[in-house]
């Protein structure tokens, strides 16, 4: 049975459950955990280092917590020290998507939907999402990191200057992770203007460059926040060049449906945790 029947989240027509994506978001934190454990480094789980053939024997709420930890622990200037190799790897990727990409040629484009009952802005706005992240440090860069991690364990470094959000993530769970400078943009000044619904109240709009060289990966992020007769539709659209593999499409299906549902369910819970 769904704990939070308020949210539907729908994927190329299809209804799926939170479990389901609870544990899609569970083996990419395995997939985390074992790239660390490759890199020579400690996984951790309850302030105990995890042996690495015990991985499997863990459950989907121990792989996603061990994930956290392991990388708070690690820090944000150790992590971008480990994966060096792996950027590189990541950046020659990009550079060759965008090469074999026909100059004219479409953006590749996706969407998901989601469905919040009894949600709205106005209600977002006031709940301090913040609290559902404790763990007792003052320090708000590490809040903004428990934050990003909460939402996604392939969220590997996550920080904000002005309307650059500097990210380590795995796009589309394809290759391998992605050092990348998302700039927050003015969807309404941009081209994306005929691709916004008119019942939108809140957009997030973002292009991808890379943070090596900040080469043009001609990735978007455009999301739409329409309020509804009983509470909020949230429309996800990914853009992204026709050399990307359908793969890397498909897969950042999952992780848009893994972060946003991990983000409306911190948001239910505190919700439900308030005397009415």
Known sequence: ?????????TIDNRPVQWEEIKHWKAKRALVVLQLFADYGQKVILKNQTLLQDAFHDLSDDD?????KETKLALGPNKILELLQDEFKKSDEMWHQIIARTPQDA???EMHIQLDVKGLTITKIAQINIQNGFKT????????????????HPEHYVFSQKRNIQDVVETFGEYGSPTH????MLDAKEEKFLDKIDPRTKKIIFGKGLLASDQFDIQQYALHQFIPTKDGLHVDLGLFAPAGVPDTAIVGHQRHFAIEFSSLFINILKQMHSQPE
Do not use: C, H, R, W
């Open 1 to 9: 049975m769904t704990v939070y029947p308020e949210l539907t989240v």
């Open 63 to 67: 792989l996603i917590q061990a994930a």
């Open 106 to 108: 479409p953006l590749k």
């Open 136 to 151: 007792g440090l003052s320090n708000k860069e590490i809040a903004i990191l428990e934050k990003a991690y909460d939402l």
């Open 180 to 183: 990348f400078n998302l700039m």
